[in-house]
């Protein structure tokens, strides 16, 4: 079983930066694929980014592309997401999620999931 907390979470201006970290316990982080999720008001949980447990291999929704950084530490069991040149339509709560697949972009593919931290961009 793993514990996911979220933290780093806050309200910023277009254009600002954010690091999301998610700190797990329990036993062997490092074999989970490791991703984050957001869901804004209204719509679907939206698959954000994600890491693989062997290699590192990362994957990303198209629209954080180039801004967004998915990055793990596995001595520290903890998953972050460096999130740089914020716009407004990435205000959601975001979510951390663990898998023992593959990377895949769907939310039934992760079994364990963090409380989510609420990120707010203004214009």
């Known amino acids: 079983q793993v514990q996911l907390v979220e933290s780093g979470g806050g309200s910023v201006q277009a254009g600002g930066s954010l690091r999301l970290s998610c700190a797990a316990s329990g036993r062997a982080f490092s074999s989970y694929t490791m991703g984050w999720f957001r869901q804004a008001p209204g719509k679907e949980r939206e698959f954000v980014a994600g890491?693989?447990?062997?290699?590192?291999?990362?994957r990303y929704v198209d629209s954080v592309k180039g801004r967004f950084t998915i990055s793990r530490d596995n001595a520290k069991n903890t998953v972050y997401l460096q999130m740089n040149s914020l716009k407004p339509e990435d205000t959601a709560v975001y979510y951390c999620?663990?898998?023992?697949?593959?990377?895949?972009?769907?939310?039934?593919?992760?079994?364990?999931w963090g409380q989510g931290t609420q990120v707010t961009v203004s214009s």
């Open positions: 890491i693989g447990w062997n290699f590192g291999a990362t």
């Open positions: 999620a663990a898998s023992r697949e593959l990377i895949r972009t769907v939310p039934s593919a992760f079994d364990h």
